[in-house]
């Protein structure tokens, strides 16, 4: 059974830095892709960044383009969003999602398996 947990949320200011951490609890990480979902308050959830189970490829959205990283160890089972430049508009309840798909592959939507979120909150 797959688990997820996410960390590294919290308060921080804008144009600070924060780190989110995912991880998986399962067999056979290096068969799943891995995106982090946001949701702001009164939006949407979207999709911010995802890699793909070998880490070759990475995705992100245009609003965290250049600003924001994902990475990931296959052998310590978890993937990091390191966010930079933080702003107001960041603030959301993050989430790591992991789908069973095959390499080089990064589903935009329909995750198998969801943690439980980790709220960032960018003050201005």
């Known amino acids: 059974q797959v688990q997820l947990a996410e960390s590294g949320g919290g308060l921080v200011q804008a144009g600070g830095s924060l780190t989110l951490s995912c991880k998986f609890v399962g067999p056979i990480f290096g068969y799943y892709a891995v995106a982090w979902f946001r949701r702001a308050p009164g939006k949407e959830r979207e999709i911010v960044a995802a890699?793909?189970?070998?880490?070759?490829?990475?995705r992100y959205a245009d609003s965290v383009k250049g600003r924001f990283t994902v990475s990931r160890n296959n052998d310590e089972k978890t993937v990091l969003l390191r966010m930079n430049r933080l702003a107001p508009a960041d603030t959301a309840i993050y989430y790591c999602?992991?789908?069973?798909?095959?390499?080089?592959?990064?589903?935009?939507?329909?995750?198998?398996?969801w943690g439980q979120g980790t709220q960032v909150t960018v003050s201005s």
């Open positions: 999602a992991a789908h069973n798909t095959i390499a080089g592959v990064i589903p935009t939507r329909d995750y198998e398996h």
């Open positions: 890699v793909s189970r070998g880490g070759t490829v990475r």
